[in-house]
Nanobody
Framework: QVQLVESGGGLVQAGGSLRLSCAAS????????MGWYRQAPGKRRELVAT???????NYADSVKGRFTISRDNAKNTVYLQMNSLKPEDTDVYYC??????????????WGQGTQVTVSS
């Protein structure tokens, strides 16, 4: 099993910045992709950004140029630097780790979520 612990959410004014962190522990090994998703009440969880263990990144169009995802493989930690925040970025942000289980199988692990609120 893998445990994910998130930190860094909070309340910020529009135009401000926040940095989210997510530390993975437990059975962390092998090929993996870590990322951030967000979800508003009554809506589907949507991708924000992902980063593979080799460093390749992927961003939602809505956050490109404002958010930066990075990782420290030695610490099994992923970060999301969020700049120029907008009220529409208000959501619960969830950390995800997709880890190879071999033979083409993947396991998904989720954090408990951290609230980000951007006031106008």
């Amino acid at each position: 099993q893998v445990q994910l612990v998130e930190s860094g959410g909070g309340l910020v004014q529009a135009g401000g910045s926040l940095r989210l962190s997510c530390a993975a522990s437990g059975s962390v090994f092998g090929i993996n992709v870590m990322g951030w998703y967000r979800q508003a009440p009554g809506k589907r969880r949507e991708l924000v950004a992902t980063i593979a263990s080799g460093g390749s990144t992927n961003y939602a169009d809505s956050v490109k140029g404002r958010f930066t995802i990075s990782r420290d493989n030695a610490k099994n930690t992923v970060y999301l630097q969020m700049n120029s925040l907008k009220p529409e970025d208000t959501d619960v942000y969830y950390c995800n780790r997709r880890q190879s289980a071999g033979w083409g199988r993947w396991n998904d692990y989720w954090g408990q979520g951290t609230q980000v609120t951007v006031s106008s």
